[in-house]
């Protein structure tokens, strides 16, 4: 295969420069920055959108120094270089979604690897820099194709549907559970469209906002309740002659431990909860109720290849399907350069997701 090299002059990228400058969303400036290191097996991926997600903007809040490599892990791009020995199945300008933090940057060779649990990888490689930028590198072991139904805002989406995807797969879902999700952001949206896809029975969802609730219902929650304590929860009773959900899925995280003290008591006894949410301090949980309810809570974080198939490889199947509803959740595009105003938007509350986009054809909305 011929192998075109990507130059290796310097690039532009967004660095955070720190805390509350900008009263909490962070202050991005787009600099030149050197081009990110290709270390020995990468690929080199020019990058099209990048998503702007929750946890970016928690990151955001919480930075207390300058960042010196950017962040950004939720990218599509095009492969523009591969490593003189590869003999897989991609090809230079293959359109694909990265998994940037667990199979891009892993082994591919050690216990965890082995087992498909990238994510756990104990000699993965350093970080090379995240997709707030032009180009990224990283291991083609993570690099997946995007079907000919996508665009790359719709390949920026594979990330967060994969998170959706490992949660139920690591927690061995079964077809016909009832499921309730706790958040309708990206990754609250995306868990109801995997739901639906794995075949739940009866899907209801909480929503902070009108704009989730309505967003909600088109990933199809058969029931959209507001996120007032007490709502889903009485719901979830209701609906199961007061059983109890089979599943409930966390979605928000953050510093409260009040969506889990909800989940908890959303699911029947033996039930599960799928926990996708990240808690950003030490929460206190009541232990008691679930120990005596039996309820198993499951912790899951990024993807993994579980049975044969990386989370990536199905999340695409899901969003190949036509006009899949999730599709329309990027609601604006900023370019590299607005980046900052990218997250600000992100912030307020009519819009779902943010993604930069230097592709041919990004949404209309461009701020
Ligand atoms: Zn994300
Ligand atoms: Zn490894």
Redesign the pocket.
């Known amino acids: 295969m011929e192998v075109i090299l990507a130059r290796r002059e310097d690039i532009l990228g967004a660095l955070d420069e720190g805390m509350g400058k900008f009263g909490g969303t962070g202050n991005f400036v787009v600099k030149k920055i050197p081009f990110p290191e290709i270390f020995d097996g990468a690929a080199v991926v020019d990058i099209k959108s990048t998503g702007i997600?929750g946890?970016d903007l928690h990151m955001t809040y919480d930075r207390t120094e300058a960042e010196i490599i950017p962040g950004g892990?939720?990218v599509a791009g095009e492969i523009v270089e591969l490593p003189k020995d590869y003999k897989g199945n991609l090809n230079l300008g293959d359109r694909v979604a990265i998994d940037c933090i667990g199979a891009g940057k892993s082994c591919n060779s050690c216990y965890f690897c082995l087992y498909g649990q990238f994510r756990h990888c104990i000699n993965r490689h350093e970080e090379t820099g995240g997709a707030f930028s032009s180009f990224i590198t990283r291991s083609p072991n993570g690099l997946f194709k995007i079907s000919d139904d996508m665009d790359y805002n719709d390949g920026a989406l594979v990330?967060?549907m994969a998170v959706s995807v490992h949660g139920f797969r690591f927690a061995k879902f079964t077809p016909g559970d009832s499921v309730a999700i706790i958040g309708s952001s990206t990754i609250g949206l995306s868990a109801i469209c995997v739901a639906k896809a794995y075949g739940a029975g009866k899907i209801i969802a909480s929503a902070k906002y009108e704009h989730q609730a309505e967003a909600a219902k088109k990933m199809g929650a058969d029931i959209v309740v507001s996120s007032e304590e007490g709502e889903l929860e009485e719901v979830c009773m209701q609906e199961t002659d007061g059983i109890g959900i089979d599943v409930a899925v966390e979605t928000i995280g953050g510093r409260s431990n009040l969506s889990l003290a909800q989940a908890a008591k959303c699911v029947k006894r033996t039930g599960k909860v799928i926990v996708l949410g990240g808690f950003r301090i030490p929460i206190e949980v009541d232990f008691l109720q679930p120990m005596i309810k039996e309820i198993s809570f499951i912790p899951a974080t990024c993807y993994a290849n579980i049975d044969g198939r990386h989370d990536f490889e199905l999340a695409v199947d899901i969003l190949s399907n036509g006009k899949h509803p999730y599709k329309s959740i990027v609601t604006h595009n900023v370019s590299l350069e607005n980046i900052q105003k990218g997250f600000e938007t992100s912030t307020v509350t009519f819009c779902i997701m943010v993604a930069f986009f230097r592709g041919e054809q990004g949404v209309s909305n461009f701020v």
């Open positions: 997600c946890s892990h939720e990330e967060p």
